[in-house]
């Protein structure tokens, strides 16, 4: 069983910027590739950025593309988030998971509150 567990949120006044990370155990997550997603309230979860196995290939979504940065640390079996200039449509609660059609168990998330 794989557990998630997402850190390093909080507040940030627009244009700040934090770094989030993700720490799974109970499984190596080198051999997969993983993603960041983000829930608003009142909106479904959304795909944010996602990174390949060897931390090779990184995609975003379009509005956080020059922004935000995926990477990961195999070694530590984790997963961050830079994310700069920060807007207030970021906030949202932070996610990590298995980038595949059936992800793992989500974690807890992190908060993150962007004011003006």
């Known amino acids: 069983q794989v557990q998630l567990v997402e850190s390093g949120g909080g507040l940030v006044q627009a244009g700040g910027s934090l770094r989030l990370s993700c720490a799974a155990s109970?499984?190596?997550?080198?051999?997969?590739?993983m993603g960041w997603f983000r829930q608003a309230p009142g909106k479904e979860r959304e795909f944010v950025a996602g990174i390949s196995w060897s931390g090779g290939i990184t995609h975003y979504t379009d509005s956080v593309k020059g922004r935000f940065t995926i990477s990961r640390d195999n070694a530590k079996n984790t997963v961050y988030l830079q994310m700069n200039a920060v807007k207030l449509e970021d906030t949202a609660v932070y996610y990590c998971?298995?980038?595949?059609?059936?992800?793992?168990?989500w974690g807890q998330g992190t908060q993150v509150t962007v004011s003006s």
């Open positions: 998971n298995v980038q595949r059609r059936t992800p793992w168990d």
């Open positions: 109970g499984r190596s997550i080198s051999n997969y590739a």
